[in-house]
T-cell receptor, first 119, second 115 residues
Framework: NAGVTQTPKFRVLKTGQSMTLLCAQD?????MYWYRQDPGMGLRLIHYSVGEGTTAKGEVPDGYNVSRLKKQNFLLGLESAAPSQTSVYFC??????????????????FGPGTRLTVL | GENVEQHPSTLSVQEGDSAVIKCTYS??????FPWYKQELGKRPQLIID?????GEKKDQRIAVTLNKTAKHFSLHITETQPEDSAVYFC??????????????FGKGMKLTVNP
């Protein structure tokens, strides 16, 4: 199993450009999450999904959109990138509550991260 | 909104010493408290977790304690080794949509273990 993978690993954008980050998981997890990590700020939740076709806002959703058309994929879009969106982005997946799969109950499994710089 | 405070933000210890990281949370409904370790340039990885019906949990050199009344929990690392050097994040669960549990993370603590 590849676990959770993210594409791309690195990206540099100019202000106003758009891009999509892809998260994929092969563990059949129901829940998926997008976080951003900034120095001294920990991990902050952007958007999340509790199943195919559903999404919800997290703590810092402004400037981002998401889609979960397939259970294994969770896409994060930036329509018009801003320098404030320079960050490291992590995707995570989690099994449905009560369903024991890989790892312990409620554990979130993280992808390797995408380092995004907006100039 | 829900909040998790973590302190200290940095800690430097000598190899073999113990390290303690403390976190407080605001949502009394939180019932799951994981700890993640993140090495430089790597992804966060779960090292230990505790649920609200348990007061303490131990796994070799690491242990976590939970005080639900005071709404705080702590990570204890004994006999620290240089490979324990990393950033440690605590988190607390809050109920999200569809029965899911979102996590609110603390800001992290950078642990340095000096040989």
């Amino acid at each position: 199993n590849a676990g959770v993978t993210q594409t791309p690993k690195f990206r540099v954008l100019k202000t106003g450009q758009s891009m999509t980050l892809l998260c994929a998981q092969d563990m059949n997890h129901e829940y998926m999450y997008w976080y951003r990590q900034d120095p001294g700020m920990g991990l902050r939740l952007i958007h999340y999904s509790v199943g195919e076709g559903t999404t919800a806002k997290g703590e810092v959703p402004d400037g981002y959109n998401v889609s979960r058309l397939k259970k294994q994929n969770f896409l994060l879009g930036l329509e018009s990138a801003a320098p404030s969106q320079t960050s490291v982005y992590f995707c995570a997946s989690q099994p449905h509550s009560g369903r024991v799969g890989q790892g312990s109950y409620n554990e979130q499994f993280f992808g390797p991260g995408t380092r995004l710089t907006v100039l | 909104g829900e909040n998790v405070e973590q302190h200290p933000s940095t800690l430097s210890v000598q190899e073999g010493d113990s390290a303690v990281i403390k976190c407080t949370y605001s949502d009394s409904a939180s019932n799951y408290f994981p700890w993640y370790k993140q090495e430089l340039g790597k992804r966060p990885q779960l090292i230990i977790d505790i649920r609200s019906n348990v007061g303490e949990k131990k796994d070799q050199r690491i242990a976590v304690t939970l005080n639900k009344t005071a709404k705080h929990f702590s990570l204890h690392i004994t006999e620290t080794q240089p490979e324990d050097s990393a950033v440690y994040f605590c988190a607390a669960s809050i109920r999200g949509r569809g029965g899911s549990e979102k996590l609110v993370f603390g800001k992290g603590m950078k642990l340095t273990v000096n040989p």
